[in-house]
């Protein structure tokens, strides 16, 4: 029961400092992933939620290393 609200606290305040941090300079892309990372040790949706914004990541990833390989060829 301690185990799951500790997950629950430090996950949940992560996520929330992530969110705010969507509308305030700062690096919401790095607390949002962590925190569902914790909250994903108890709860499956979570491991949901975490799964499509690594998806996200990796396609966001893919995309700017392609931009930026174009702006080199093109110099």
Known sequence: MLRKT????????????GLLLLVLPGPAWLLLPIGLA??????PWARSWLKKSQKQMRRSAAWLDGKVRDWRYSR
């Not at 500790?6 to 400092?17: P, Q």
């Not at 914790?38 to 709860?43: A, D, Q």
């Open 6 to 17: 500790l997950i629950t606290v430090i996950g949940g305040t992560l996520c929330l400092v």
């Open 38 to 43: 914790v909250l994903s040790l108890e709860y």
